[in-house]
């Protein structure tokens, strides 16, 4: 599967950051696998999305929650910068005022929801892990793309004014400070990145009970990727060689992840010449690890429940074109 094609333009490369990657295995989805949505703004109207735009400009995930974080403006699962691309185009079809100004209050939104360290988290003005930066599902590198869209006034961004590019050439330059400062090191040595690190330490920090602090392959090439699409600077060229390295070090072979009906299950074959990768290694040993409701660390997946076993994408390919 071809992930990347940096030549393309950078919606594509948005775009392709967020798909899921198959894994080399029986093409079958276990009964009941729960994979996550997209935000509402993805699917709803535009008429829906003018409504729904919150005061602060963001939107929610779920247009329909009243109460609790997840009734705050978030970049999880695509919200907000989803309806602000939608917007945009929406206003060059059309040419229709009220849809660029309501793109451009929800530019100003994240640029407001930056933290002065240049991370974003997961929802504004929220507690918990969600406080944390968040690299998960790509979340923070598809709003910065979208930022030096805006700061380029590429695409459909070229109704955006000289002031709010220059500030979102800003916000971009800090994002990628933040990026450049939350790579982590193991003994000396640069590695990759948590799925999300904490806003105060830029430590690796832990979300849902399964999401334990670690080694993320799969937000990592999102990363890497956007690195690449930067001016090359000794310490950009230093972290992206760093994290090649590192997918190289820690990819699998010998192995199938085999989707049966009801579960998903690895199989050891030695003739398997094709890489895949874990998609949480630990701090320290690189060892693949595995991790259910109740918290603790397991290094086979199938000591995990059922459950997590087929809810969750353990294994991809996702560094695959990286190390070719």
Known sequence: MNMFNLKKSTLAIAVAFTMALSVPAVILHPTGTVYAADASGATASIADIIKNQQSDGGWKKDYSVTSGDWAKSTIDNKATYTEIRRLAAEFKKT?????????????????SMQYANG??????????????ITYNDNAMVNVVILLDEVAGKKGDFSFIDSTLAG?????????????????????????????QHDASTLKPAGAR??????????????????????????????????????????????????????????VQDPSVTTPIWARFYEIGTNKPIFVGRDGVVKYK????????????SWYGNWPSNLIK
């Open 301 to 312: 997946l199938s000591d995990i429940e059922q459950e997590r076993r087929t809810g969750y």
């Open 119 to 132: 991370g974003f988290p997961q929802i504004y003005k929220s507690t918990d892990y969600h406080t944390h």
């Open 167 to 195: 500030k979102s050439k800003q916000a971009v330059d800090k994002a990628i400070d933040c990026i450049l400062k939350t790579q982590v090191t193991v003994n000396g040595k640069l590695t990759v990145w948590g799925q």
């Open 209 to 266: 009970a399964y999401e334990v602090p670690s080694l993320c392959s799969s937000e990592s090439v999102a990363i890497v990727n956007f690195l690449k699409t930067r001016t090359a600077t000794t310490q950009i060229t230093a972290s992206i060689n760093a994290a090649v390295d590192w997918f190289k070090a820690v990819k699998i072979t010998g192995i199938k992840v085999v989707k049966t009906a009801d579960d998903v299950v690895v």
């Open 95 to 111: 040419n229709n005022s009220q849809y660029s100004a309501a793109a451009i209050k929800g530019i100003n939104f994240l640029l």
